[in-house]
């Protein structure tokens, strides 16, 4: 269901291919929301979020140290959109912890909230950045 789309390379290759790992969370988080036979989703949330953490980290510390390699001029602005989106992913995880709401409402939210980050920061702000 969620893939990356031709639209979404930007013609870097270690980016383009991170970019297509956190799309295959999208759709792990996809699955997971309609995986019916499992009525606790809390420990495949929890295992959903912490990958998708992880990677999210190493992702963006390794699309920064490219654009310092270039020194791209719009890095700074990469970097507050970038720690923007740790937060949420933290703000995620929180939640998650505190069992505050339905699991396939989290799930919804953790979906609705990457995609839209990754197609918009994909098309609009990492495409930008030129390729060496």
Known sequence: MFEMKPEYY???????????????????????????????K??????????????????????EAYMESIHYNKLFTQKVQHQA????????????????ENQDEQIMKILTYLTEWLVNHILYVDGQIPQE
């Open 10 to 40: 930007i013609g870097i290759k270690m980016i383009d291919e991170q970019h297509k790992q956190l799309f295959k969370y999208a759709d792990e988080a996809y699955e997971l929301l309609n995986d019916e036979v499992t009525p606790d």
């Open 85 to 100: 989106f740790i937060e949420k992913l933290d703000e995620f995880m929180e939640s998650h912890n505190k069992e505050e």
């Open 42 to 63: 809390y420990d495949r949330v929890d295992i959903l979020l912490e990958k998708l953490y992880d990677y999210t980290v190493k992702h963006l510390a390794d699309e």
